[in-house]
């Protein structure tokens, strides 16, 4: 259990975390639970995340070759995206 000491501090700590003050910030935030936790599956990523994103995947795929269609499934879960090609 704290003691009043941290319960203190921890009140005081808390009034610092609000979140994003600028528009452009609580638009991106209000996109986190999409983007994290059990629905971080869901692609809501802007054109130039998205274009990086597709870079990322397709560099992994050139070291896939080869691959049997499973062991190419664990490798593209594992790169954020799972597609049957």
Not at 11 to 17: D, E, F, G, P, R
Not at 39 to 56: D, P, V
Request: charged residues 20%; neutral net charge.
């Amino acid at each position: 259990m704290p003691s009043m000491d941290q319960l203190i501090a921890n009140l005081a700590n808390a009034q610092h975390s609000t979140g994003p003050k600028s528009e452009q910030g609580k638009h991106r935030a209000r996109l986190n639970a999409y983007r994290h936790g059990l629905t971080g599956q869901i692609g809501l990523l802007t054109a130039e995340e998205n274009e990086a994103f597709e870079l990322h995947c397709a560099g992994i795929r050139s070291h896939c070759d080869g691959f049997c269609f499973h062991q190419r499934a664990h490798v593209q879960t594992a790169s954020g995206r799972l597609e049957y090609q």
